[in-house]
């Protein structure tokens, strides 16, 4: 900072002690009126040349021991985590169905015994006549007397219901498994009806059966129970003893897992995990697991959990992993940037730090007037203009006369400076991150990624299809067991009652209405579409070609021919559906393969984002298709079709997912991140080090440079201020002294003593700068 001398109060420098003057003669150093000594500043601890470039070569070797012993340890157990955890995903997928499964033919159980209930009573054989037309889920079914325990009517398969199971259905009724003496296991489920002579109940038996995964080869679906048995197994060698222990270690792990709040944050409410066994041969066995577990805080409306079951997949895998790095490379990786951190440094401390540390002891010297010996210059840059500049303040001190724009010559003032020596150590440093952010480690796709994540995304995505089929089918099914009721009603409010009353159960629908001979005579819930747009068949069809919504409804139809019940679907409840981790983007189309929706946002109607998705859709007309998708931004893809028999019949609609290879979690990808984050770490500490040695030393040194030289060529008027504690501001404070001393006495002073020189003083009158006044110089 500088302002002008006339604006400096009354504080001029006195040489009180010895100094040199041009007879050779001797006097005392410089000192201000106010007594303070003017030597040199001390130097602080963390201001001035030290600390950035102290900073910098720790930060340096800080990086480089990183990346020598920390980032260049990528786990290789010779199974990817990608698989791994996609096993576990693979459980999930199939627990999530399976409970869903599970809940709604307990639902559908109990809400039609509710509407039996609202119904005139029938005889106990019309009630499971008219049961089995609803739905053909269950194997068998019966009626009980509760009180007695008495037959009344049965239908289908014998219900495996013991005597003494009745004791026990006063404490609720959830479901329950009953193994019977040939090794089969039934699931059981109740409902109460009201008559008029009393509680009857109404049992339905099932099969337990393995979710409705693919198992392809090589892979095993199991169901166990909370100790450790199978219930139900898929698979080649699901039943052997090896697939048996492995069973028993998954659901002693998911007993073991604590419910900790983050597994609702991965989708999936209830302990899951996966395992890895060695196998002979040079592979492994990747075992996931997923619990229903008993211990979740459940509502009535989901009572899968209380059986206490888990699902497991197991999978051979090989154990070879490409692309886990090598550990030479990340030791050479570590040593070069310790090369280039000594080297910069050095550069540094040999161009910066010790020619300004030299112009520091030169300068001082120069304000406690030791002017007899030459100033030693430096041969660089701003030092060595700055250097020449004390120089020429020392002979004008024994003397001579000023020399204005020859103070510094030609060739000291076109060599470039500190600034230029700053931007080459960036540079070299920025040659060794280049590499690392954008060159080096960059896996192919085909290569880093194993076939059995190609294989799970497909087995996910038709998973995912199967889902979203089975939910249409019961919203479907949920529709046409309203219809028996709704023919039978007479007047309006009967049949609002029955859809209001089907519409709080079930949250998959956003309004429900009856249609008749195209118009809507009852609806319940959001605004119906257009009925004129609906067929009259039964089945799930998509109401609408464009818009902002899809809308995707079941139409179940009256025994008259001439009116329907319709449920429209909310969008939401279907990209529910297909939301599930680790599966990446996922969206549902229709056979023109626009999006009808979607896990994320999406715009309705619109194209697949990515075009290299439609020939796999093509692909996948029968059967599901999944390949890797090459390019810039390598996926893993996969398309189902949403087909089977029933309501959704030629829907030709499909499921498609498409992952980034990136995201996975495959050891070549993870070098690739660590070395780009090894080149970030580097760049970092370079940019955040050089740019406060810039700040604190550079840019005050250049200013520097042009007050030095300013000053040797005769301005006398400017007053040199020292900015920070350091050792530019010594120097400036040493400079401002000289400055003062090469001003003179002011005219009409008293004399000074002998030995003395003052400095000029502003004339009576004027203002002084507040920035000096009482401020020590």
């Known amino acids: 900072m500088t302002v002008h001398a006339e604006n400096v109060p009354r504080a001029a420098v006195r040489r009180t002690a010895r100094q040199p003057v041009p007879d050779g003669t001797q006097s005392a150093p410089y000192r201000s009126e106010t007594g303070h000594d003017a030597r040199p500043l001390a130097m602080p601890l963390l201001g001035g040349l030290r600390p950035p470039l102290t900073a910098l070569l720790a930060l340096l070797v ?24 996609s096993q576990q995903h693979v459980a999930e997928d199939g627990a999530t169905a399976l409970g869903a ?10 809400r039609a015994a509710s509407m039996f209930n609202a119904a005139p009573p029938q005889d106990p054989g019309s009630v499971l006549a008219t049961l089995g037309t609803w739905y053909h889920k269950w194997r068998g079914t019966a009626i009980l007397d509760l009180p007695s325990g008495r037959l009344l009517a049965a239908h289908g398969e014998t219900v495996p219901l013991a005597a003494e199971d009745l004791d026990h259905l006063a404490e609720g009724l959830p479901p329950r498994l009953v193994h019977q003496g040939s090794g089969q296991t039934r699931l059981l489920m109740f409902a109460l009806l009201s008559r008029p002579g009393g509680q009857q109940l109404l049992v339905a038996s099932d099969s337990l059966r393995v979710p409705s995964i693919g198992v392809g080869t090589g892979r095993t679906l199991q169901v166990a129970d909370s100790h450790g048995r199978l219930l139900a197994a898929e698979g080649p060698g699901a039943l052997g003893e090896g697939a048996r222990a492995l069973a028993r270690d998954a659901v002693h792990a998911a007993a073991g897992t604590p419910l900790a709040e983050t597994a609702a944050s991965r989708g999936f409410p209830g302990p899951s995990g996966s395992l890895h066994r060695d196998a002979p041969g040079g592979s492994g066995t990747v075992v996931g697991f997923a619990a229903l577990d008993p211990r979740l805080d459940r509502a009535h409306s989901d009572p899968a959990g209380a059986l206490g079951l ?6 051979q895998v090989p154990q070879k992993v490409a692309g886990a790095g090598h550990p030479l490379f990340w030791l050479a990786v570590a040593g070069t940037l310790l090369l280039l951190a000594a080297a910069v440094t050095g550069t540094l401390f040999t161009l910066v730090h010790k020619p300004v540390t030299k112009l520091l002891t030169e300068a001082g010297r120069l304000a406690r007037g030791d002017v007899k010996r030459p100033v030693t210059v430096p041969r660089h840059g701003e030092p060595a203009r700055i250097g020449a500049a004390l120089e020429s303040l020392r002979r004008q001190l024994l003397g001579a006369p000023p020399r204005p724009g020859r103070t510094t010559s030609r060739r000291l003032r076109a060599r470039p400076g500190a600034r230029a020596v700053v931007a080459l150590c960036a540079l070299v440093l920025a040659c060794w991150a280049a590499p690392l952010l954008s060159g080096l480690n960059r896996p192919q796709a085909a290569q880093a990624l194993p076939q059995q994540s190609v294989t799970d995304q497909r087995l996910r995505t038709d998973t995912a299809a199967d889902r979203v ?7 479907y099914a949920d529709l046409l067991s309203l219809t028996g009721r709704i023919a039978g009603s007479t007047g309006r409010e009967p049949i609002r009652r029955t859809l209001d009353a089907t519409l709080a159960e079930h ?17 319940v819930g959001g605004t119906p579409h257009d009925p004129g747009s609906i067929r009259t068949t039964a089945g799930v069809a998509l109401l609408n070609r464009s818009g902002k919504e899809p809308v995707i409804a079941a139409v179940a ?13 909310r969008t939401a409840f279907v990209s529910d559906i297909l939301t599930r981790p680790g599966l990446g983007n996922v969206w549902l189309v229709d056979d023109n393969k626009r999006v009808l929706a979607a896990d994320q946002g999406f715009i309705a109607f619109a194209g697949l984002p990515d075009s290299r998705l439609g020939p796999l859709v093509d692909a996948a007309t029968t059967a599901p298709a999944a390949s890797v998708l090459r390019g810039p931004s390598p996926a893993v893809a996969a398309a189902a079709p949403v087909s089977g028999p029933g309501p959704v019949n030629g829907l030709r609609w499909h499921v498609v997912s498409d992952q980034p290879v990136s995201w ?7 070098v690739q991140r660590r070395t780009m984050l090894s080149g970030l770490l580097g760049l970092s500490a370079t940019v955040t080090c050089l740019a406060w040695l810039y700040i604190v030393v550079v840019r005050p040194l250049r200013a520097l440079d042009v007050s030095a030289r300013a000053l040797a060529d005769g301005d006398r008027r400017t007053v040199l201020y020292p900015r920070r504690h350091d050792e530019v501001g010594s120097i400036v404070r040493s400079l401002e002294i000289v400055r003062q001393h090469l001003v003179g006495p002011s005219p009409g002073a008293a004399p000074a003593p002998p030995g003395t020189h003052t400095a000029r003083i502003p004339p009576p009158g004027r203002r002084s700068s507040p920035v000096f006044s009482g401020r020590r110089i």
């Open 664 to 670: 996975l979690s495959l050891p070549a990808y993870e």
């Open 101 to 110: 499964s599970l809940n709604e033919s307990a639902t559908d159980l109990r």
């Open 469 to 475: 089929r089975r939910s249409l089918v019961e919203g």
């Open 62 to 85: 800080l990086v480089a021991g990183a990346t020598a012993f920390v980032l260049g340890r990528v786990q290789d157990d010779g199974v990817p985590r990608a698989v791994r955890a």
């Open 557 to 569: 139809q009256l025994g008259d021919g001439k009116r329907a019940v319709v449920g429209e679907f």
């Open 507 to 523: 949250p998959r629908y956003r309004s429900i209405y009856l249609v008749d001979s195209g118009s809507v005579a009852v609806h």
């Open 310 to 315: 888990t699902v497991i997949t197991a999978v």
